[in-house]
C-alpha cells in the first residue's frame, strides 16, 4: 500500500477527525482495534473468511501515530466508530494521490519506501535481530555494543515480544504490562515513552503538514505510550519492529565507524550465514570473499556456484538516509551513485571471473553464467531506469560490448526482507532462483516465486529459524504458567 499526502487541507481533514475525541478516548479505540491485527507469524490483514478487515492494518498505524501528535480536541459525545470510520475513509479515499509524482517522479520513487505498510512476517526479523544483536567475532563485539546501549542483553527484548504475543491473544493489557514490568523492565524502559515526549519527537519536522510528516513514525520505535499514568498500545504491530529493525538506528546513532564495522563483519556474516543455512543451496558450493592476484582484490562477498554456474552476491549495510524522507535532492544523487558504484563493483568481479583472473579450485572449469545480485538493508525504490543508464555509462569505457538489457539481465539489487524470504521459502537454489528473475522472467518479480503460505516449505529450508521462533513461544508460555502457578 502506498499513501502520498497531496495537500495541507488533506492533512486538516485527518486532524479534524482524530480531534473530535480526546486524546484517552483516542488511544483506548486504537489499542482495542489494533489489537485484533497482531498475529503470532505476522500483522493479519484479512479474516480467516478471506475478507477484508473493517479497519485496515497499516491504516490504524497511520492514525494511532496521527492521534498522538494532534493537539486540540472537543468534548462532543462523537461514536466512537463512526470517527474512526470517517477517519480510516479520509486515508483510504483522499490520501491515494500523485502529486509527488506528477510534479517529481524520482522524488515520489525514492519516498515510497517509507510510506511501506510494515506488513512483515516476524520470523525472518527476529532470527535476523537474535543473530545481529548477539553477534562477536575478533573485529567486531556487537553483542556488547548492544548491551551498552540499552542496559541488557537482546534476549530481554525477545522475551518481551513474545510475552507481549502471548497476551494480545488472552485480552488482558492491564496483566501484560505487569508482567513486562516485572520479567522485562530494562526492555520495556527502551520502548515506553510518555506521550508529551512523542509529540516532542516530532517538533524537528513539525512543519507536519509537509508531505514527509507520515515518513516519521516513531511508534515503531516507542509503541508503548505512557497517558495520565497509564500506558497504551496504541498500534500493536509495531512491537515488533521496535524489537527488532529500529535498535540498530539507535546502536549506530552518530557513530558512522560503528556502522561501518557491522556492514564489513556482522552483516556480511549474517548473509553468508543464511546462504549456507538454507537447505535449498545444500548442492551448491558456497564462498566467502577471499583476496585474489597481486593487487590483492578482492571478489564479490559471496560467490555461489552450482555446476557451471555462479552467482556472486555483494552485501550492502545501506539504508536510506533520513534526509530522503524530505525528497532532498542531494541524499536521492547520493543513494543513486552508491547504487551505481555497487553495480559497477559487481560486474567488475564477474569480468574478472570470466577471464580466469579470480582463481578458486571451487570455480567450474567451463562457465556457463554467471549473473549478480546486491543485497541491501532496507527496501529500495529509485529510479532503475537512470541508474542502469549511468552504470553502463561507466562500464562502456573498459567494455563497449555492454547494454542496458544485458546489465539488467546480469546483475540486480535484493533487499535484505526479500533475500530472507527467497533462502527462508523458494524451492530452487539461489542461482536458479536469480536465473529466472534475471534471464527468463526479466523482470523484478519475486513474489510469484515465493509464497508466504508455504511455511511447510519453510521448515525444511531453515528448520534452525523454526526452532528459535519456537523458543520465543515456548518462553512466553512457561511464563504464563509460573504466573498461573502463583495465583
Known amino acids: 500500500m502506498i499513501v502520498l499526502y497531496e495537500t495541507r487541507s488533506e492533512l486538516r481533514k485527518i486532524e479534524s477527525q482524530i480531534s473530535k475525541l480526546n486524546v484517552k478516548n483516542r488511544l483506548e479505540v486504537l489499542q482495542r482495534l489494533s489489537r485484533e491485527r497482531l498475529d503470532f507469524f505476522g500483522p493479519l490483514v484479512m479474516t480467516k473468511n478471506g475478507k477484508p478487515h473493517k479497519y485496515e492494518t497499516y491504516e490504524l498505524g497511520i492514525i494511532a501515530m496521527f492521534s498522538l501528535v494532534v493537539d486540540k480536541f472537543n468534548n462532543k459525545n462523537t461514536e466512537k466508530s463512526v470517527w474512526l470510520n470517517k477517519t480510516v475513509n479520509i486515508v483510504r479515499n483522499q490520501l491515494y494521490l500523485n502529486e509527488i509524482f506528477e510534479k517529481n517522479a524520482r522524488n515520489g520513487l525514492a519516498a515510497i519506501a517509507f510510506m511501506q505498510a510494515y506488513l512483515k512476517q516476524y520470523i525472518m526479523l ?26 541488557t542483553e537482546y534476549s530481554e527484548f525477545l522475551l518481551l515480544f513474545s510475552c507481549v504475543l502471548a497476551y494480545a491473544k488472552l485480552n ?7 508482567l513486562l514490568k516485572k520479567y522485562t523492565p530494562n526492555a520495556l524502559n527502551e520502548l515506553i515513552i510518555d506521550a508529551d515526549e512523542f509529540k516532542k519527537l516530532y517538533e524537528p519536522i513539525h512543519k507536519w503538514r509537509d508531505v514527509s510528516f507520515v515518513n516519521f513514525n516513531f511508534l515503531h520505535r516507542y509503541p508503548f505510550i505512557k497517558y495520565q499514568n497509564n500506558i497504551y498500545i496504541p498500534y500493536w504491530p509495531a512491537i515488533t519492529y521496535a524489537v527488532t529493525k529500529s535498535l540498530m538506528f539507535d546502536i549506530t546513532k552518530g557513530n558512522n565507524d560503528l556502522k561501518s564495522d557491522i556492514g564489513k563483519y556482522a552483516f556480511e556474516d549474517y548473509i553468508f550465514h543464511i546462504t549456507k543455512l538454507t537447505k535449498s543451496n545444500e548442492s551448491c558450493s558456497v564462498v566467502k570473499e577471499f583476496i585474489y592476484n597481486k593487487e590483492h582484490k578482492r571478489t564479490s562477498d559471496i560467490m555461489v556456484i552450482d555446476k557451471n554456474d555462479v552467482l556472486l552476491i555483494e552485501v550492502k549495510f545501506m539504508n536510506y538516509r533520513l534526509s530522503l524522507r524530505h525528497f532532498d535532492e542531494n541524499a536521492i544523487d547520493y543513494t543513486e551513485s552508491r547504487m551505481v558504484e555497487c553495480i559497477e563493483q559487481v560486474y567488475k568481479n564477474t569480468i574478472a571471473i570470466k577471464s580466469g583472473e579470480v582463481k578458486h579450485n571451487l570455480l567450474p572449469e567451463k562457465l556457463n553464467d554467471i549473473i549478480g545480485i546486491i543485497v541491501v538493508l532496507d527496501d529500495y525504490y529509485m529510479d532503475v531506469e537512470s541508474i542502469y543508464d549511468t552504470a553502463v555509462k561507466k562500464i562502456s569505457v573498459y567494455d563497449k560490448t555492454i547494454t542496458s538489457r544485458i546489465l539488467k539481465e546480469t546483475i540486480c539489487f535484493t533487499s535484505l526482507y526479500v533475500f ?24 523484478y518479480n519475486f513474489w510469484e516465486y515465493v509464497s508466504e503460505d508455504n511455511s511447510q516449505k519453510g521448515g525444511i529450508n531453515m528448520k534452525e529459524v523454526n526452532v528459535l521462533y519456537q523458543k520465543v513461544l515456548e518462553d512466553a508460555a512457561d511464563i504464563i504458567k509460573k504466573e498461573e502457578d502463583l495465583n
Open 172 to 178: 488482558n493489557k492491564e496483566k501484560l504490562i505487569d
Open 126 to 151: 527476529i532470527y535476523r535481530s537474535n543473530y545481529l544483536y548477539t553477534y562477536k567475532s575478533h573485529h567486531l563485539n556487537l553483542e556488547q555494543e548492544f548491551i551498552d546501549k540499552f542496559n
Open 420 to 443: 530472507e524470504r527467497i533462502v527462508y521459502y523458494a524451492s530452487t537454489n539461489l542461482v536458479g532462483f536469480y536465473h529466472d528473475i534475471l534471464k527468463v522472467k526479466k523482470q
